[in-house]
C-alpha cells in the first residue's frame, strides 16, 4: 500500500460517518509518530492516548502469553527487569519459549546484555537474537527488511536477492526453492521478529519499526559496501518501475525512493540530474510541488542531499563521477528552503539556515536571480521572527539588487517587501508608497511572478489593507 493509499485510508476510517442510525462507530489508530490529517479534532471526534510501560502484573500476563512458564514473582522480576518494555518482553517471551521450552529462570542469558541496554535508553533495539541465529540466512533477512521503512514488496526483494549474491550477506538467499524461502521466515515469525503474512498483500514482508532501524543502522555502519550495493539495486529497481513522467502521486511514489536509495548508494549526482530533476520535477516546471503538492514528500527526498540530514550542509562528495557541484548544491539548497517554507511556515528556522547557505553561493557563483530568492526567503523568515529594523535591513538589500538589476519582477517584489515592513513599523505612508509602487509596476504589463514563489508580490500589494480607509 502506498504512501498515499495509507493516508487516505487513515483519513477515510476517521471521518466516515455511520450508515446505520443509532450507531456510534470508531476507529482504533496505533501509530508511533503523530498524524496530521486529525490535529484539528484532538479533543472532540478525536482522543489521544499515550501507552505506558507495563505494569508488573501486565508485564507477568504477557510473558504466560507468550508460553513462559515458572513463578509469578520471577516473571514479574523479569517484567520489573525490562521497564515493562512490550516489545523487549515480547522478544524475550519468544526466545525462552523456543530456546528453553519457556523457562523464565535461563533469562540470565540474556538479561545482563538487555538491562544494560535499556540502562542506556536502547530498550528493544538490541534484543535482535543474533548470538541465537547465529551468521545465517535469518539475520541476512533482517538486514535487508532494514533497507525499508515500510513493508517490502515481493519485486523490490527479488532485487535484492537476484544473482550475483552480495559478498559476505546474501548468498545464503540467493537461489533458494520456495520451501526453503518459506521455512526461513517461519523462523523469523516464531520468533516474532517478522510481521505475519498479510492476506491483501502476500509476498510482503515487514518488522517491527525497531527491529527494522536496527538492523538498517547496524548494516549502514559495519558493512557500508553492502549498505551502498544494496541501495543501488533498489534504485535502479525503483526507477524502472515508474513511468518515465508520472502524472499521479501513486506513479511517482517509486521515484522518490529511487532518489532516496540512489543518495544513499552515493549515486547523487545521477539521482538528481536523471530522477528528480527531469523525472520527478520536470524541469523549471515543478510538477511534483505545483501540480502534485507533493513538497512534504519532496522534502523527505531532499533531506538525503544533506550530511547526516542537516539542513544546510548539502553534500560535496559521493561515488565515483558522483560528487555534487557548487550549482547543484545551490539547486538543492534552493529547493529545500522553499518547501521547508512551504510546509513548516515562514518562521521555519531550517529554512532560514538554507536560505542563509544558498546566499554565500550566490555571490560565489554570481547567480542575482537567486540571490533575490534567497534574501526573500530571508525577509520572509526576519518578518515573523526578528526586530523590524533587522527586517528593514533585508528589504533594503533587495531592493538595492532589484535597482541594480534593473529588473521588473524584483522591483515589483522589493517594493512589496518594503511595504510590508514599513506597515508593520507603523510607518503607513511609505507603506502606501511602496504598495502603489509595486501595483504601477504590476499594471505596467510584462511582469511574471516565479514559479516557485512563496506568495505573488502583485497579490501581497493588492490585498494590503490602507490604514486611512481610503
Same mark, same amino acid.
Request: glycine share 8%; aromatic share 8%; net charge neutral.
Given at each position: 500500500?502506498? &504512501?498515499?493509499?495509507?493516508?487516505?485510508?487513515?483519513?477515510?476510517?476517521?471521518?466516515?460517518?455511520?450508515?446505520?442510525?443509532?450507531?456510534?462507530?470508531?476507529?482504533?489508530?496505533?501509530?508511533?509518530?503523530?498524524?496530521?490529517?486529525?490535529?484539528?479534532?484532538? $479533543?472532540?471526534?478525536? &482522543?489521544?492516548?499515550?501507552?505506558?510501560?507495563?505494569?508488573?502484573?501486565?508485564?507477568?500476563?504477557?510473558?504466560? %502469553?507468550?508460553?513462559?512458564?515458572?513463578?509469578?514473582?520471577?516473571?514479574?522480576?523479569?517484567?520489573? =527487569?525490562?521497564?515493562?518494555?512490550?516489545?523487549?518482553?515480547?522478544?524475550?517471551?519468544?526466545?525462552?519459549?523456543? %530456546?528453553?521450552?519457556?523457562?523464565?529462570?535461563?533469562?540470565?542469558?540474556?538479561?545482563?546484555?538487555?538491562?544494560?541496554?535499556?540502562?542506556? $535508553?536502547?530498550?528493544?533495539?538490541?534484543?535482535?537474537?543474533?548470538?541465537?541465529?547465529?551468521?545465517?540466512?535469518?539475520?541476512?533477512?533482517?538486514?535487508?527488511?532494514?533497507?525499508?521503512?515500510?513493508?517490502?514488496?515481493?519485486?523490490?526483494?527479488?532485487?535484492?536477492?537476484?544473482?550475483?549474491?552480495?559478498?559476505?550477506?546474501?548468498?545464503?538467499? @540467493?537461489?533458494?526453492?520456495?520451501?526453503?524461502?518459506?521455512?526461513?521466515?517461519?523462523?523469523? #515469525?516464531?520468533?516474532?521478529?517478522?510481521?505475519?503474512?498479510?492476506?491483501?498483500?502476500? $509476498?510482503?514482508?515487514?518488522?517491527?519499526?525497531?527491529?527494522?532501524?536496527?538492523?538498517?543502522?547496524?548494516?549502514?555502519?559495519?558493512?557500508?559496501?553492502?549498505?551502498?550495493?544494496?541501495?543501488?539495486?533498489?534504485?535502479?529497481?525503483?526507477?524502472?518501475?515508474?513511468?518515465?513522467?508520472?502524472?499521479?502521486?501513486?506513479?511517482?511514489?517509486?521515484?522518490?525512493?529511487?532518489?532516496?536509495?540512489?543518495?544513499?548508494?552515493?549515486?547523487?549526482?545521477?539521482?538528481?540530474?536523471?530522477?528528480?530533476?527531469?523525472?520527478?520535477?520536470?524541469?523549471?516546471?515543478? &510538477?511534483?510541488?505545483?501540480?502534485?503538492?507533493?513538497?512534504?514528500?519532496?522534502?523527505?527526498?531532499?533531506?538525503?542531499?544533506?550530511?547526516?540530514?542537516?539542513? $544546510?550542509?548539502?553534500?560535496?562528495?559521493?561515488?565515483?563521477?558522483? !560528487?555534487?557541484?557548487?550549482?547543484?548544491?545551490?539547486?538543492?539548497?534552493?529547493?529545500?528552503?522553499?518547501?521547508?517554507?512551504?510546509? #513548516?511556515?515562514?518562521?521555519?528556522?531550517?529554512?532560514?539556515?538554507?536560505? =542563509?547557505?544558498?546566499? !554565500?553561493?550566490?555571490? !560565489?557563483?554570481?547567480?542575482?536571480?537567486?540571490?533575490?530568492?534567497?534574501? /526573500?526567503?530571508?525577509?520572509?523568515?526576519?518578518?515573523? @521572527?526578528?526586530?523590524? @529594523?533587522?527586517?528593514?535591513?533585508?528589504?533594503?538589500?533587495?531592493?538595492?539588487?532589484?535597482?541594480?538589476?534593473?529588473?521588473?519582477?524584483? /522591483?515589483?517584489? %522589493?517594493?512589496?517587501?518594503?511595504?510590508?515592513?514599513?506597515?508593520?513599523?507603523?510607518? &503607513? +505612508?511609505?507603506?502606501?508608497?511602496?504598495?502603489?509602487?509595486?501595483?504601477?509596476?504590476?499594471?505596467?504589463?510584462?511582469?511574471?511572478?516565479?514559479?516557485? +514563489?512563496?506568495?505573488?508580490? %502583485?497579490?501581497?500589494?493588492?490585498?494590503?489593507?490602507?490604514? !486611512?480607509? @481610503?
Amino acid at each position: 500500500m502506498s &504512501f498515499l493509499e495509507r493516508r487516505n485510508s487513515v483519513r477515510s476510517a476517521c471521518f466516515a460517518r455511520p450508515s446505520l442510525a443509532g450507531l456510534n462507530p470508531a476507529s482504533v489508530i496505533t501509530t508511533r509518530t503523530p498524524i496530521a490529517d486529525i490535529a484539528d479534532h484532538e $479533543g472532540t471526534s478525536a &482522543f489521544r492516548r499515550n501507552l505506558e510501560q507495563l505494569s508488573s502484573d501486565a508485564g507477568a500476563k504477557l510473558l504466560r %502469553a507468550l508460553g513462559v512458564n515458572g513463578d509469578e514473582a520471577e516473571l514479574r522480576s523479569a517484567s520489573d =527487569e525490562f521497564h515493562g518494555h512490550c516489545l523487549a518482553l515480547t522478544l524475550l517471551g519468544s526466545y525462552l519459549t523456543d %530456546a528453553y521450552n519457556g523457562d523464565i529462570r535461563r533469562r540470565e542469558e540474556v538479561s545482563a546484555r538487555l538491562a544494560h541496554d535499556l540502562r542506556q $535508553g536502547a530498550h528493544a533495539r538490541k534484543v535482535m537474537y543474533q548470538s541465537w541465529l547465529g551468521e545465517g540466512p535469518e539475520l541476512a533477512v533482517l538486514r535487508i527488511l532494514g533497507l525499508f521503512d515500510r513493508p517490502a514488496d515481493e519485486k523490490a526483494l527479488g532485487a535484492l536477492l537476484k544473482s550475483p549474491s552480495i559478498p559476505g550477506l546474501t548468498e545464503s538467499l @540467493t537461489d533458494l526453492r520456495p520451501t526453503e524461502w518459506q521455512t526461513i521466515l517461519a523462523r523469523l #515469525r516464531r520468533a516474532i521478529l517478522l510481521a505475519g503474512e498479510d492476506l491483501h498483500h502476500r $509476498g510482503y514482508l515487514d518488522a517491527h519499526p525497531l527491529v527494522r532501524e536496527y538492523f538498517g543502522e547496524q548494516l549502514r555502519s559495519e558493512r557500508s559496501e553492502a549498505w551502498k550495493e544494496y541501495n543501488k539495486r533498489l534504485y535502479n529497481h525503483y526507477r524502472a518501475l515508474a513511468p518515465q513522467l508520472p502524472d499521479i502521486f501513486r506513479d511517482m511514489e517509486p521515484l522518490f525512493l529511487a532518489v532516496i536509495c540512489g543518495c544513499r548508494a552515493g549515486l547523487f549526482r545521477e539521482a538528481l540530474h536523471e530522477v528528480y530533476i527531469p523525472r520527478i520535477q520536470r524541469g523549471n516546471t515543478f &510538477f511534483a510541488a505545483n501540480v502534485l503538492g507533493a513538497r512534504g514528500a519532496l522534502l523527505s527526498v531532499l533531506v538525503h542531499f544533506f550530511e547526516h540530514g542537516r539542513w $544546510g550542509s548539502p553534500v560535496e562528495l559521493g561515488g565515483e563521477g558522483q !560528487s555534487i557541484s557548487a550549482e547543484d548544491q545551490l539547486y538543492i539548497l534552493m529547493q529545500a528552503a522553499l518547501y521547508l517554507t512551504s510546509t #513548516r511556515g515562514l518562521g521555519a528556522p531550517e529554512a532560514q539556515v538554507c536560505y =542563509e547557505r544558498a546566499e !554565500s553561493f550566490c555571490h !560565489s557563483r554570481t547567480r542575482p536571480l537567486l540571490l533575490y530568492s534567497a534574501l /526573500m526567503g530571508q525577509w520572509h523568515y526576519s518578518l515573523v @521572527t526578528d526586530k523590524l @529594523t533587522a527586517t528593514m535591513q533585508i528589504a533594503k538589500r533587495i531592493y538595492s539588487l532589484a535597482q541594480e538589476q534593473n529588473n521588473s519582477a524584483q /522591483m515589483m517584489g %522589493a517594493s512589496r517587501a518594503l511595504g510590508c515592513t514599513s506597515y508593520f513599523s507603523g510607518d &503607513f +505612508e511609505a507603506a502606501r508608497q511602496n504598495a502603489m509602487r509595486g501595483l504601477q509596476i504590476w499594471h505596467s504589463g510584462g511582469v511574471q511572478s516565479h514559479v516557485q +514563489e512563496v506568495d505573488p508580490p %502583485a497579490v501581497v500589494c493588492a490585498i494590503r489593507p490602507n490604514p !486611512s480607509g @481610503t
